[in-house]
């Protein structure tokens, strides 16, 4: 995949303490958008990765905390139920999530270089 365009990847966390807890959060809703409490949708350069994965890091107490980050396939296929969180306009399901979409949500949630 060429490193200039975004690619949407799955972060889900597990925090033992409920102080780096918030700072996890808020630091993940600058990447990305969540779709679960602890769980987001993070469209990325694959080049800005390692950033994300270092700010992280420096949050995290690696003995206890869990923090994964699994890329997703171009074509994503998934059911929902319940209430919705993601952005308006943003649809996932039955399709193919484009370039175009990742590109502007990237912008929007994440203006880092």
């Known amino acids: 995949m ?6 949407l990847f799955l972060l889900a966390y597990d925090i033992a303490d409920p102080r780096r807890l ?7 809703r600058q990447w990305g958008v969540p779709v ?15 950033d994300l994965l270092a700010e992280l890091e ?3 107490d690696e003995d206890v905390d869990d923090v994964r980050f699994y890329p997703l396939p171009s074509r994503i ?3 929902e139920i319940g209430r919705r969180d993601l952005p308006e306009g943003v649809e996932l399901i039955g399709g193919a999530y484009g370039g175009e979409q990742i590109a502007a949500l990237a912008a929007a949630r994440h203006p880092r270089p």
Do not use: N
Request: net charge positive; proline share 12%; glycine share 6%.
């Open 22 to 28: 918030v700072r996890v959060h808020r630091a993940c």
């Open 2 to 7: 060429p490193m200039s365009k975004p690619r």
């Open 58 to 60: 420096g949050l995290i």
């Open 77 to 79: 296929e998934m059911d």
């Open 36 to 50: 679960q409490y602890s769980v987001f949708l993070v469209p990325i350069m694959p080049a800005t990765i390692g």
